[in-house]
């Protein structure tokens, strides 16, 4: 799923001291869940008596929430009286089949492990499926809290990110917000947290875009991110 990165740009925040809480994305940030997703999208569409579409032509349309993606597989606007049955579709048949392919990314579980706590999931994907991987992958029990589609606005609104903020007692600079998408970067500097983007789902042009704070090429580099100054890595 890496692509090449930006540049480094000296110009951009430095990482502030360790982090007392971890924000994370779900989708393309910890799990390459997108033939799960592609799987289920196109049930859904055969239900609707549409087309197959490939699964790379569904990663495109991740990102946004499950209406979002329904809407864009149906090529019509999200109050389209198709949405509804074909979202209804689409989330019967995430449910039979939620980590059939879908698997942690290098470095997450370490990560997980290894990095300060208490983490939150600001995600938008919807709570029940959201639910369902955790518990497929055994990471039901890895989040202080979880902010999910249907919980509220969905990213690029800051509105999750504020809300895991004000669950975890902690503030806007003392945490990080970790994802591969726009959405993830739009919404955490809009809440004040430190952003970290990482190649996933999204076209890295569209997230470098939003201007991340940070760019790591895999979780497997946040624990030295996280490290005291003295005892980072140069780049």
């Known amino acids: 799923m890496t692509l090449g990165l930006p540049p480094r740009d000296a110009t951009r925040r430095r990482p502030p001291p360790a ?5 994370f994305d779900l989708d ?8 799960d997703i592609a799987n289920a999208c196109n049930a859904a569409l055969e239900a609707m008596g549409r087309s197959r579409l490939p699964d790379e032509r569904v990663r495109a ?6 209406r979002a993606l329904v ?3 149906l090529s019509v606007d999200l109050s389209h009286p198709d949405v509804a049955p074909a979202l209804e579709a689409f989330q019967a048949a995430y449910a039979t089949a939620p980590t059939t ?3 942690l990314l290098p470095g997450a579980r370490e990560a997980l492990h290894a990095l300060p706590r208490p983490f939150a999931l600001v995600t938008n994907k919807p709570r029940a499926m959201t639910e369902l991987v955790l518990a497929g992958l055994g990471l039901d029990r890895a989040f202080d809290h979880v902010y999910a589609g249907g919980d509220g606005p969905l990213k690029p609104s800051p509105a999750g990110v504020t809300r895991a903020l004000e669950a975890l007692s902690r503030g806007a600079a003392d945490a990080w917000l ?10 955490g500097r809009a809440a ?3 952003t970290i983007a990482v190649p996933g789902l999204a076209d890295v042009d569209a997230v470098e875009a939003e201007r991340p704070d940070a760019w790591i090429a895999s979780l497997g580099e946040l624990a030295d991110l ?8 140069s780049p």
Not at 19 to 23: H, V, W
Not at 61 to 66: F, K, R, S, V
Request: net charge positive.
């Open 19 to 23: 982090p007392r809480a971890i924000l």
């Open 61 to 66: 349309m991740i990102g946004d929430g499950a």
């Open 226 to 233: 996280s490290a005291p100054p003295a005892a980072r890595r």
């Open 71 to 73: 809407a864009r597989a």
């Open 28 to 35: 393309g940030t910890l799990v390459d869940s997108r033939r």
């Open 178 to 187: 970790v994802g591969d998408g726009p959405q993830d970067v739009a919404a």
């Open 101 to 103: 392919h879908t698997v």
């Open 192 to 194: 004040g947290v430190y």
